[in-house]
């Protein structure tokens, strides 16, 4: 395979080689990632614990005084120059955070032990890091990632580019998101690297509960070759309406649209729990030593505890967790609870004869209450009649999504920013998309850019003041270059 440049004309390689990264996700589907490098002895184990790190930093405006003319950078570019404000002491710790993975593994294995580690990477913290100049972070990641001695240790999932919420970021966009990921991600590590890349991390945990929006959320998963998804515990039910009850064996995610079609993906569930005291303190292990086989499709099969959490922020995770790591992986190798990665563990379940269709079924949040007043294939206007309807009785029931900040609106309380946004996503959609422009123009390039860049969810996150602002001026960017382009 040819490899591809990670930057062109000073931009990252978000996109142009459309069929080159395909084609390697497509000739990897159906080859495994771990099963012939795995050194787990899965027929003896009871049970096994899997952890993931979520690594996220902003691009902003902020690389001068003025906002209209500021160079974007990353926003630890500016905790780093300025230091004296809030939290931002903390940046060369982040920098140690986004990199230590890549000392751990390899000492780890060295002594004999078996470590496992799953990296959630944005692109905009890729992108900032390599603008930065921080080439130690990428040696690190790449000798985890590539050198067959260390890589069966490391599982990459993948992300959305410019970490947007999927419930709240429009459906064309939220494709385009993903396939830069895997774009950028190919440009970084290489093709065969990309082939390895098999579960998905939505940004906030944030999954789509609208038929709608759920429905084509999943069916872009799987048409760029994800095979399974990392959902939170409470986004999901069964189809009776009740949560999940076995949350530690994979199940089937199903989503129908409002044209009765339907597209489904492994889930992978994350229980609830405040996240970064649970991965800092290595709980998902602990809880795993005190489960046993469960049956499942016929089968005897280990249950995985499955745990995600941000891998920087916090005094958790910056102090305690890698001394906490390091004391699991030795306790836990080659014992009856091992760590194990999820696509590593699935390899295992297919290979004992446990197919896809023996998993539990779920849906997105709220399903039922909509399913039980409304036929899939009666149309959008309908569905939308049963969703006002349905939100009037109980404004509880919404359809805006969960996420791991459950107590936050995506949508509410952001008309200042969620206009200008929209508009750039319409003026992206009219001039670009619809008219179906190449991809590999540095017009198409830089507007893409700015267009993933403004959806970031930080801006809503936060809400107000310089935050609102930043996204709002990246807007403005947008819009002008597609005006001005195209």
């Known amino acids: 395979m040819s490899s591809l440049p990670e930057y062109v004309d000073g931009l990252p390689n978000i996109c142009g080689s459309e069929a080159i990264v395909e084609d390697a996700v497509r000739r990897n589907r159906d080859r495994d990632v771990f099963l012939g490098e795995s050194r787990v002895d899965f027929s003896r184990i009871k049970s ?42 903390n940046a060369p ?27 959630d990477y944005s692109g905009t913290l890729l992108h900032g890091l390599r603008q930065m100049g921080l080439n130690d972070v990428f040696d690190n990641l790449r000798r985890i990632t590539c050198e067959s001695e260390y890589r069966r240790a490391v599982e990459w999932l993948g992300s959305a580019w410019g970490h947007p919420v999927a419930p709240s970021t429009p459906i064309q966009d939220y494709r385009l998101h993903v396939k830069a990921w895997q774009h950028h991600f190919a440009a970084i590590f290489g093709l065969e690297a990309l082939g390895r890349v098999r579960g998905f991390s939505p940004a906030e945990m944030a999954l ?63 229980a609830q729990g405040s996240d970064t005291k649970l991965v800092g303190q290595m709980q998902p292990y602990y809880e795993a030593k005190g489960l046993s086989p469960w049956e499942l499709g016929g089968q005897s099969v280990p249950p995985l505890v499955s745990q995600i959490a941000d891998g920087e922020n916090g005094g958790v995770m910056m102090n305690e967790f890698p001394p906490k790591y390091l004391g699991v992986v030795w306790e836990c190798s080659g014992s009856d609870t091992p760590l194990m990665n999820v696509t590593e563990y699935l390899e295992y379940l297919f290979a004992a004869g446990v197919r896809e269709h023996d998993f539990p079924l779920l ?12 036929r899939p294939g009666e149309g959008a206007d309908k569905l939308a009649r049963v969703i006002d309807e349905l939100h009037k009785e109980d404004s509880r029931f919404q359809v805006e999504g969960g996420s791991w900040t459950n107590n936050i609106s995506w949508t509410r309380g952001y008309d200042a920013l969620l206009g200008p946004m929209e508009t750039v996503s319409a003026l992206f959609y009219e001039k670009v998309l619809k008219r179906n422009l190449p991809t590999n123009e540095h017009r198409y390039r830089n507007a893409l850019f700015h267009l993933l860049v403004s959806q970031t969810s930080c801006y809503r996150y936060w809400g107000q003041g310089i935050w ?19």
Request: a neutral charge.
């Open 48 to 89: 096994a614990a899997a952890i993931a790190l979520h690594m996220h930093q902003p691009l902003i405006p902020a690389g001068g005084p003025d906002l209209r003319t500021a160079a974007i950078i990353s926003n630890l570019k500016y905790m780093m120059d300025n230091p004296n404000i809030g939290d931002n002491h």
């Open 93 to 119: 710790v982040f920098h140690w955070c986004y990199k230590r993975m890549g000392e751990f593994i390899p000492q780890l294995l060295d002594q004999g032990k078996e470590p496992r580690v799953m990296l």
């Open 363 to 374: 849906e997105p949040l709220f399903q039922k209450r909509i399913w039980d007043r409304f």
């Open 468 to 486: 609102v602002d930043y996204g709002r001026e990246i807007c403005r960017r947008a819009m002008e270059i597609l005006n001005h382009d195209y």
């Open 208 to 270: 789509p509960n609208h038929p709608d929006i759920a429905y084509e959320f999943v069916k872009t998963l799987r048409d760029c070759g994800y095979q399974w998804l990392l959902v939170q515990e409470h986004t999901v039910e069964q189809p009776d309406g009740r949560g999940p009850e076995r949350k530690h064996i994979p199940h089937r995610l199903v989503c129908r649209n409002s044209e009765g079609k339907e597209a489904g993906i492994v889930a992978i569930i994350k």
